[in-house]
């Protein structure tokens, strides 16, 4: 049964809709109504509609801007427009927005079942689509792909190697020649059960593939227990688009396969040469994200950008580096006591514990230095290194010497992200305060001035403050009106203005849903006051 919220400004009209459809026989249950489009976009971001049946023409946030910022905020949510106005220029904005339907008014019970049946197909096709076990990609482009990503590439010179990929892209007709100024990024991905167990199966990657292929060009491929993604666009549309994509996979994850899934996201850059670091950078994205729930991880949030280019590490290194960055203590602990163990039972050759041990300091060193910087390097490393007798000890004082690293290890980056996410936190209040007053002041443009992910971001203020961006935004709004309207003469037209509205009645009706009084009469029950 798919869920959907109906928004209409002409009340009798909607209530007709929604009281004479048959919605169960046709397969939908409403769960919400809105008479304009603000109150519409609150609905579908507390309750994530399947479908979201609006008018264009809607008072405050018109149906195309609804559209939009529903992409945002849930880009799962299907779209379908019903209007009273023939006019060819809002079907042309609606198709951005991959509108499901677009139906005119007036329209009889008979016309609109027959359309939401059609809808439901299509979101039937849609759900049977995302969990089909296809793979359509072209074996060239692949067989040029996976190595790129996965492999080193020897040239005699990086220009002479960048050249070289470009002739095997061109070729293989990764790129075409039309295509200006191409940029990378790399996507991973892993799905988890409700236990938190990675269940990334071949058959997910024409899953992600499904919803890739709406927003860019990409390759995808399943290598080590998760998918792993080449997007190809302009650096214009991937800053666009990555975040409501990424959203889209896991909200789709959720409400189609009942599963979660963590993302990982890497840097964009302008050369294939270093599309294998861009790998890299995915995959520790993803390994700062929570098994236990749905999130997204972009590298430039987690990490500052760093020169390292380390080579491919041991599978118990890469297990541990995921640890460090999203394991407990206890986890950690188990870990290393059975890696030790095993070690011991292989016969305990010192050279083989030695050369794991080197390779788990440069790990543990790289990642600290990724997140803390210069600092780390001269409060733990120097003293760490300089003491060579480590590889002189018994395999209990190595134990005990990497565990209690790799803790501490653990201790800083929880520590400093922290710190982190309190200053993106506190930044993004900090334009809230400055910069309400500007009628465009969004989520997306304030996470693009501070530098981090619209995604990110949202959660570090829903996690600091317990309310959203938009609620914040209003809540400066109006009791900066309120001060005004209690103690200046503007008139009402000139406060809506300087607290960030450009429409007046869209300003009475957010205070008055704020405040629960309308700005009018808390004037007027001020001066009664003063009396």
Known sequence: M????????????????????????????????ADNGAEALELVEKLKPDLLLTDIRMPFVSGIELARQVREICPATNIAYLSGYDDFSYAQQAIQYNIISYMLKPISVEELTEEL???????????????????????????????????????????????????????????ENTEANPCFSVLTLAIYDENG???????????????????????????????????ISTEKQLNKYLHIFASEITQNVERIMNMHCGVGISRMTSKLSECREAYREAVSAMDYADTTQSSVRYIAD??????????????????IESLIR?????????????????LETEGGKNRKINFLLIQLLATVFRILYAVTGNEFLHTKYTPFVENTALLEQSIAEKQQRIAS??????????????????????????????????????????????????NYLSALIKKQ????????????????????????????????????????????YSFKKYSGISPNALRQQFEENKK
Request: proline share 1%.
């Open 302 to 319: 987690e990490e500052q950008l760093s020169s390292f280019d380390t080579e491919h590490m041991l599978t118990i290194v890469n297990d």
């Open 197 to 231: 167990k990675r269940c990334t199966a071949a058959e997910h990657v024409h899953s992600i593939d499904a919803i890739l292929k709406k927003y860019v060009k990409h390759v995808s491929f399943f290598a080590g227990n998760k998918i792993v993604s080449l997007l």
């Open 326 to 342: 999203s394991g407990s203590h206890e986890e950690m602990q188990q870990y290393l006591e059975q890696m030790f163990e095993d």
């Open 117 to 175: 049946l059609n809808i439901k197909n299509k979101m039937d096709k849609w759900f049977k689509e995302f969990a089909a076990a296809t793979d359509t990609e072209e074996t060239s482009v692949r067989e040029f792909v996976v190595p790129l990503l996965l492999d080193d590439y020897a040239a005699e010179s990086a220009e002479e190697k960048e050249k070289q990929l470009l002739e095997k892209a061109y070729a293989c007709g990764l790129l």
């Open 465 to 508: 403050t317990g309310k959203t961006f938009m609620a914040l935004l209003t809540q400066k709004r109006c009791e900066t009106a309120k001060e005004l309207l209690t103690c200046s003469t503007m008139k009402i037209r000139e406060i809506a203005e300087k607290c960030g509205y450009n429409d007046q009645h869209y300003f009475s």
């Open 405 to 454: 690293l790799c803790f501490e290890a653990q201790d800083i980056i929880s520590k400093q992200r922290k710190k982190s996410s309190v200053l993106f936190c506190e930044r993004a209040l900090d334009m809230i305060e400055k910069e309400f007053a500007d009628p465009y002041l969004s989520l997306v443009n304030v996470s693009e001035a501070i530098s981090v992910s619209p």
């Open 2 to 33: 798919y869920t959907i919220i109906v928004a209409d400004d002409e009340e009798e009209l909607r209530r007709a809709i929604i009281r004479r459809v048959d919605w169960a026989s046709i397969g939908f249950t409403v769960i919400g109504e």
